[in-house]
């Protein structure tokens, strides 16, 4: 065997290779097997209501650092409103396939259905410790809850903090907080302030106690959706209000999180994303943030409604300070989750998310997804492909009236990100193509008669987790979700 010497080019091409396998912080590497991954999931947070995507009033100097070390994903989307939201991030489906068309009620008998596969169970089977850490909303039923959908632990109230019930024999409305499937205490309103306190705690606990393996954190915050109740030391400290104390604080719970990571020299195995579940309550006036300059907010699919501000930092293997356009959201997660875990996604049951890792290791700037799908309930409201999104249906905005008659809506959202111009009449064969997208989706998943839709899970004696106190006759009745 003969050895050919090394030329000089070639000496000094193994020498880099060397010096950048050694120093990995300097050129993003291919991903390391079973990174930790953690989700952090705000509610109710609008597109302009922290730092990098353009707040001021508030200060977000975590969220600031984690996009300049990270990147920043401009056309990232949710859903309108809280239980579908998190139902497409844990499933990667877009509610209507799974049957989960909006928001559930203490005590409701629907849920995630258990035979739906979450982000936790397809991890979990790959080796990694789980926790949900906050507001689950899929379901309060016994079935529905953390616990039974892939998560080792929980520690939260499950569904959002404006539907607290008085118990029974007392007036003072309460909100339960679990730990696993357990009511440990309930909460009157005065004590949320202290919920991102002691989320927080939880959440570092859990990644000291599972630094040695592989895990998933899946952190969704009760902040910053109202009633708002931020911590002691954050009240009167921003500049907008008791809202923007609130998103402070729920940044400084960011920095604790990435503080945890630096210190345990967790930072090059964990991919952190941060996310909101909708956009901002408008109708809330200065409890709710702001989406601007995106049209509409929470409830809507314009896309204030929908599009939420995202940043996903993994150093060494996420370029810093980098933004891409590319459309994405979360329904994209689990899909992605998995492939970095080791895992290979069965083809069925059929999903609607694509693996982001090229677009997060900047691989690509494209997005894996031909288009994204708005829909409402369980109707489809509108379908974006690269810049063009037409809207097939009027898009009510909570508090203003539907402007628009059913005909089709064209807008380019790379020229006009606040939807204003209406360009159909100029684009027919761009409003063909799209229509063709849409009608293909509709017939599957959406509409009266789809025909791959998965049943939601239902429990025939449904209770809330604690004894109601009784309503009193003049009291309004919660309303009952509509069904499809
Ligand atoms: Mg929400």
Same mark, same amino acid.
């Given at each position: 065997m003969t050895h050919t010497p090394l030329t000089p080019f070639a000496m000094k091409r193994l020498l880099l290779s060397v010096l950048l396998g050694l120093l990995p912080g300097l050129a993003p590497a291919a991903a390391p097997a079973k990174p930790n991954i953690v989700v952090i999931f705000i509610d109710d947070? /609008?597109?302009? $209501?922290?730092g990098p995507f353009g707040a001021t009033k508030q200060k977000t100097p975590h969220l600031d650092r984690m996009a300049r070390e990270g990147l920043k994903l401009t056309s990232f989307y949710a859903a309108p409103v809280c239980s579908v939201s998190r139902a497409q991030l844990l499933?990667?489906?877009?509610g209507p396939r799974i049957s989960v068309p909006g928001v559930y009620f203490p005590g409701q008998a629907e849920g995630l259905n258990p035979s739906e596969h979450t982000i936790a169970e397809r991890l979990r089977e790959q080796g990694y410790a789980t926790a949900c850490i906050g507001k689950w909303h899929l379901g309060d039923q016994a079935p529905f809850l953390p616990t039974k959908q892939g998560f080792d632990r929980y520690f939260g109230i499950p569904y959002s903090n404006d539907m607290a019930q008085p118990a029974r024999g007392t007036t003072e409305p309460v909100s339960p907080l679990l730990r696993d499937d357990q009511v440990a205490e309930l909460l009157t309103n005065p004590q949320q302030s202290r919920l991102v306190e002691r989320y927080t705690a939880e959440a570092t606990r859990f990644i000291r106690d599972n630094k040695d393996q592989p895990f998933f954190l899946y952190f969704p915050h %009760?902040?910053?959706? @109202? !009633?708002i109740w931020p911590g002691e030391a954050f009240r009167g400290k921003s500049a907008n209000g008791r809202f923007g104390d609130w998103v402070e604080e729920m940044d400084w719970s960011v920095g604790q999180v990435l503080n945890t990571l630096r210190d345990l020299q967790l930072d090059e195995k964990t991919l952190v994303l941060f996310t909101s $579940?909708?956009? !901002? +309550?408008?109708?809330? /006036?200065?409890d709710g943030g702001s989406a601007l300059p995106l049209r509409g907010g929470k409830g %809507? @699919? +314009?896309? &204030? &409604?929908?599009?939420v501000p995202t940043l996903a930092r993994w150093p060494g293997h996420i370029k810093p300070n980098t933004t891409s356009d590319a459309v994405a959201g979360t329904i994209d997660l689990l899909p992605t989750a998995l492939a970095l875990a080791g895992g290979t996604l069965p083809a069925d049951p059929p999903l609607d998310g694509r693996d982001l890792t090229p677009l997060l290791l900047g691989q690509t700037n494209q997005s894996p997804r031909e288009a994204h799908f708005y829909f409402s309930g369980y109707t489809l409201q509108a379908v974006r492909r690269g810049p063009w999104k037409l809207a097939i249906t009027p898009q009510p905005e909570k508090g203003v009236p539907a402007p628009h008659p059913a005909q089709p809506r064209l807008y380019n959202l790379d020229q006009d990100i606040g939807e204003q111009s209406d360009l159909a009449a100029q684009h027919p064969d761009l409003v063909a193509q799209l229509q063709t997208l849409a009608q293909t989706m509709n017939a599957t998943i959406? /509409? !009266?008669? !789809?025909t791959s839709r998965r049943p939601p899970g239902l429990v025939a004696q449904p209770h809330p987790l604690y004894p109601f106190a009784e309503a009193k006759a003049d009291q309004p009745v919660k309303p009952t979700p509509s069904k499809p």
């Open positions: 947070l /609008g597109y302009a $209501d922290i499933t990667g489906c877009y %009760s902040a910053v959706h @109202t !009633p $579940d909708n956009g !901002p +309550w408008l109708v809330k /006036g200065t %809507s @699919t +314009w896309e &204030g &409604g929908v599009r959406g /509409g !009266p008669q !789809p």
